[in-house]
């Protein structure tokens, strides 16, 4: 079965820490990220690995705060988020791609989506 399995998402207080996980099954893929969604908005890219190299990227705003370590045995790539703040509220999902090349912050870049969890944060 194909699929990007998501868990950990929550509640947490601000200031504190989260850690998300995507497991992949299933599929191949050359890039896995992480996008965000607030209701009625556009999912809003967050980081992304280059599985192959291990190169990551992140959006500027969650640098230095969030980072995304991966166990590849696993085929799991992880979301963990520190120092949370109540604007960091969101439905996450995980994706993958399979290309040689991506526009990574793109989503209609990304082959196959996670079933999303929400993250909230209380002040």
């Known amino acids: 079965q194909v699929q990007l399995l998501e868990s950990g998402g929550g509640l947490v207080q601000a200031g504190g820490s989260l850690r998300l996980s995507c497991a992949a099954s299933?599929?191949?893929?050359?890039?896995m990220g992480w996008f965000r969604q607030a209701p009625g908005k556009q999912r809003e890219f967050v980081a992304v690995i280059r599985w192959s190299t291990g190169n990551t990227y992140y959006a500027d705003s969650v640098k230095g705060r969030f980072t995304i370590p991966r166990d590849n045995a696993k085929n799991t790539l992880y979301l963990q988020m520190n120092s949370l703040k109540p604007e960091h509220k969101d439905v996450y999902y995980c994706?993958?791609?399979?290309?040689?090349?991506?526009?990574?912050?793109?989503?209609?870049?990304?082959?196959?989506w996670g079933q999303g969890t929400q993250v909230t944060v209380s002040s």
């Open positions: 299933g599929l191949t893929f050359s890039h």
């Open positions: 994706a993958s791609a399979d290309k040689h090349f991506i526009m990574i912050m793109n989503s209609g870049h990304y082959d196959c």
